[in-house]
């Protein structure tokens, strides 16, 4: 197999990481709110496509019209409801980020209890484009492709509005200096509960497209929380292009390692580029210090 | 003459006790119920699969007997309907599950305990279940000291054979097409990275060397991998015509969809658990025929479809192919033995399961002499839409291997 195509092959699994990984950032780096609960989200959106697919024949890219919208609104009630009162109690960041680790950690047992109570815990997968699909003479999954198409045109829709936008502008403000955006006359706290919201709309945009290749139950939430955790911090808190190279990045190391070193070693893969990451550059490769 | 005497016996018996049963003082005595209990994975990651192959067969269960009016027992002279008296959530942690078995057995004081999910946690509560001395009839759970662990714990009964049947079972379709010069010698075995896919890829691989097999292509990929296309990949470059993967379910479909994708046809496609699940058919459709899988069973059994049915009606959940009919098939045999011994007293009913088999169950007739159901189906194979067992091939109503695997 050339190395090319192991790439490539990495390439398309990590524009999904670097999806989930913005989500994240924008609830992170804007709206300060660590949030472990994002990946049950991630899992909500995926049932929801699952459901909407099976009992209706819903298309899950067409169906994002309905899930997208409704994780916007139910992150930014979740934010103005439980997060609100944390933001307001809190003195520094750091006391902000360890209230809201604790309350989201809560939030994530509940939305993962109530999905299994409703779906069970059982595992689902549903056929969508499953096809070969060519490029350059190589043979991929249509729907991991589709899913890598769509995260490159969720990312750059975020970049465009973030560079090139006054709304954008402000939540760039907010990421590098909250106190001096307020200072500024930037409406921080509904700022904030939209960058967060917006960050839930992008998880959902992934669910939907996890759905449609990997087989998925109520307790998947987590694993993608924790990889979506180790692709902002290797990219840059705030930085959203940052998150969206570390997260091909990480996707092509684990292709790289499965195929040259060992598939069993991906997982330490995506751990040992962290730790690099950590020790040679603590901001993230592309945060500013 | 001897067993006649006894059915004559038996009879006479049912007949004086049932008239008594209408009797105030007879009634009197009986239990209300036939308390059950269990503790089971209802959350973590065990939750899957216990959901999936073992709860729904309880449930299942409970509501066969109940609406038959109960369990038989002779020493009360009556029908008397089971009742789930404790139903508690190990939560996926083995210190939980064994703190609640104890619970169960010295507090809650019920009848029966049914077993918890998993080779693990089944061995792990197996030393409870001998200080109580309640029957244990451990369905998911097979391991490679079968013999030794029933010795060590009387009241321990292994409904899956070890895992040495399960490659024995597909290495006995190999050598079959191997010999007729139809299948090269050449095996890409892919397995989970957990003690599952350890100890079957060790298995599989020291009966596939001893038959003279060449293992070309081995790998471990972690559980939960979100992308095997280059394992897939690689398995189609080796050469091999035999795929084998020790899989988890969701590595089952994911390598399935990966080679329907990159239309990697080998002669024989074996994956491990979830193969057997309806599920799997549900979802790749006719693209199943020919994918072989560990279990089966024999679904033409008498009372097998009508079983499955049931299941999917009461539960909504379809068994699958391998452990679902087991479980149900465990619990009609400690139907049986009850009603059998005459008796709730648990150490009659142990070895009336251990002494007063053959039973007859959905999967077949089932004896528990050795306490160990040596006798079963290793592999299975998708034929027409079922996940039917077609090795070992002396085992009563297996099908003929679909051979070469018809391409996706």
């Known amino acids: ?289 | 003459m001897h067993t006649r005497l006894r059915r004559i016996a038996a009879a006479a018996t049912v007949a004086t006790l049932g008239t008594f049963a209408a009797a105030p003082v007879s009634a009197a005595d009986a239990p209300k119920s036939i308390r059950i209990g269990y503790a089971i994975s209802l959350s973590g990651v065990n939750a899957q699969g216990a959901a999936t192959t073992t709860l729904p067969g309880y449930d299942l269960w409970v509501k066969d007997v109940n609406d038959a009016g109960g369990i038989m027992v002779k020493e009360f002279g009556k029908k008397i309907p089971l009742e789930v008296a404790a139903k508690y959530d190990d939560t996926s942690s083995a210190e939980t599950l064994l703190r609640l078995e104890e619970k169960l057995m010295s507090q809650d004081k019920v009848d029966f305990v049914l077993p918890p999910w998993s080779t693990g946690f089944n061995l792990a509560v197996a030393p409870i279940f001998a200080k109580y001395g309640y029957p244990q009839l451990a369905v998911t759970a097979n391991a490679n000291d079968e013999v030794q662990l029933v010795k060590q714990f009387p009241t321990l009964f292994f409904f899956l054979n070890q895992p040495a049947h399960f490659g024995g079972a597909l290495i006995e379709v190999l050598n079959k097409f191997k010999s007729a010069g139809q299948l090269n010698n050449k095996i890409a075995m892919l397995s989970v990275g957990d003690q599952f896919g350890a100890e079957m890829s060790a298995g599989f691989g020291a009966g596939l060397k001893a038959s003279g097999y060449d293992i070309v292509l081995q790998k471990s990929y972690p559980l939960g991998a979100a992308d095997l296309t280059n394992e897939i990949k690689e398995a189609k470059a080796s050469g091999a015509d035999t795929f084998i993967a020790a899989s988890y379910p969701p590595d089952t479909f994911m390598l399935t969809g990966t080679a329907i994708t990159q239309g990697y046809n080998p002669k024989v496609f074996y994956t491990a658990v979830g193969t057997a699940f309806a599920e799997y058919g549900g979802n790749f459709k006719d693209k199943v025929q020919g994918v072989m899988g560990i279990g089966g069973w024999d679904p033409n059994l008498p009372g097998a479809q009508d079983y499955y049915k049931r299941q999917l009606a009461v539960t909504g959940h379809a068994p699958d192919g391998w452990a679902s009919p087991v479980t149900y098939a465990s619990l009609q045999i400690l139907q049986q033995a009850i009603e059998k011994a005459g008796t709730l007293d648990r150490k009659k009913v142990l070895d009336t399961i251990a002494n007063g088999g053959p039973w007859n169950t959905v999967v077949g007739p089932i004896d528990l002499k050795t306490h160990i159901r040596e006798h079963q189906i290793g592999a299975g194979q998708w034929q027409g839409g079922q996940f039917v067992g077609v090795s070992p091939s002396d085992f009563p109503g297996v099908k003929p291997v679909i051979f070469p695997k018809p391409a996706w």
């Open chain 1, 1 to 289: 197999m050339p190395a090319i195509e192991v790439i490539l092959g990495g390439a398309i699994l990590g524009g999904l990481y670097a999806l989930v990984a913005i989500g994240f950032n924008l609830q992170f780096g804007m709206a300060r709110i660590v949030n472990l609960a994002y990946g049950e989200f991630l899992m909500g959106a995926a049932f929801a496509a699952f459901w909407m697919f099976t009992l209706a024949s819903i298309n899950p890219i067409l169906g994002m019209v309905l899930s997208v919208p409704v994780t916007f609104g139910a992150n930014w009630l979740v934010y103005r409801v439980l997060m609100t009162p944390l933001v307001r109690r809190a003195r520094t960041r750091e006391q902000l980020e360890g209230d809201t680790i604790l309350a989201t950690f809560g939030l994530l047992f509940v939305l993962r209890g109530a999905a299994t109570l409703a779906f069970s815990a059982d595992n689902r997968f549903y056929n969508y484009l499953g096809e070969p699909l060519n490029i350059f003479g190589f043979t991929f999954a249509a729907n991991r492709v589709l899913a890598f198409a769509l995260a490159c045109v969720f990312a750059v829709v975020i970049f465009i509005v973030l560079n090139r936008t006054r709304f954008g502008t402000a939540l760039r403000a907010l990421a590098i200096d909250p106190v001096g955006a307020e200072l500024v006359g930037i409406d921080v706290r509904s700022l904030s509960g939209i960058a967060f919201a917006g960050g839930g709309a992008l998880v959902a945009a992934a669910g939907t497209l996890v759905s449609t290749f990997l087989t998925f139950n109520p307790a998947i939430g987590i694993e993608f929380t924790m990889k979506a955790l180790v692709v902002v911090i290797m990219g840059g808190v705030g930085n959203m292009a940052g998150s969206f190279i570390a997260g091909l990045l990480l996707g092509i190391a684990e292709s790289l390692c499965s195929y040259y070193v060992d598939s069993g070693l991906t997982l330490a893969v995506a751990y040992a580029l962290f730790l690099i990451v950590l020790v040679v550059r603590p901001r993230g490769l592309f945060g500013t210090p």
